[in-house]
């Protein structure tokens, strides 16, 4: 039995976190068997290699070095973790993935879409999300809503024109993939953006 993996994917202080465990709140009163994760890390080593990507003191990182980390970090988490819980049948809630080496790496770094898909194919071969669901904030609003960035993360210090650069990627990936990934307008209260994450899981049949 395959289970559901859904994909949550957005600019920094998009929301994902809240709305992650807002979602596993309501399946968990439901009984709905789930598991809640992220990336980078979600298992031990993952969580290590993340350690080491978002360490503010790393600033003389190359953009090859930073993409290799995340696949690497996303080679053992979906050995480790995605993979049995889906074989177990389980819906597996996913704090980003691949879509965000493709926006950041490959698209506001300026290393290709082609690099970032070589460097995660090991890894991806069989774990392509069945739905991703992409928060529609842009950096300036989700800046303003989790009052700026965090000092001790290196990729939120990275600035406005990246994040913006980031920003145009996810909607250039949502463009292309429009049958897997999924705009979710998120101006509103958290609540009103929860219960159109759950409607929308409903209609697709994942939940």
């Known amino acids: 039995m395959k289970g559901k993996f859904v994909t949550f994917e957005g600019c920094e202080g998009s929301g994902k976190s809240t709305q992650i465990r807002l979602l596993s709140e309501r399946l968990k009163t439901e009984g709905v068997p789930h598991m809640v994760t992220r990336e980078p890390g979600g298992s031990d080593i993952a969580e290590q290699i993340r350690a080491v990507i978002l360490n503010g003191k790393n600033s003389a990182m190359c953009d090859e070095c930073e993409a290799l980390l995340y696949a690497a970090a996303r080679a053992q988490h979906l050995r480790e973790k995605v993979q049995p819980a889906l074989r177990a049948g389980m819906l597996v809630l996913c704090d980003r993935y691949v879509d965000s080496s493709l926006a950041y790496?490959?698209?506001?770094?300026?290393?290709?879409?082609?690099?970032?898909?070589?460097?995660?194919?090991?890894?991806?071969?069989?774990?392509?999300?069945?739905?991703?669901?992409?928060?529609?904030?842009?950096?300036?609003?989700?800046?303003?809503?989790?009052?700026?960035?965090?000092?001790?993360?290196?990729?939120?210090?990275?600035?406005?024109?990246?994040?913006?650069?980031?920003?145009?990627?996810?909607?250039?990936?949502?463009?292309?993939?429009?049958?897997?990934?999924?705009?979710?307008e998120c101006g509103g209260s958290k609540f009103r953006t929860a219960e159109g994450i759950y409607s929308l899981l409903k209609r697709r049949g994942i939940i």
């Open 105 to 184: 790496q490959g698209y506001a770094r300026g290393l290709g879409a082609d690099f970032i898909a070589d460097i995660n194919g090991f890894a991806m071969r069989d774990f392509t999300p069945d739905v991703t669901l992409f928060l529609d904030i842009s950096p300036e609003a989700a800046f303003r809503r989790k009052h700026g960035a965090d000092e001790d993360d290196r990729m939120e210090q990275l600035g406005l024109d990246f994040h913006r650069k980031v920003y145009q990627g996810y909607l250039k990936l949502a463009a292309s993939y429009p049958e897997r990934i999924v705009k979710v």
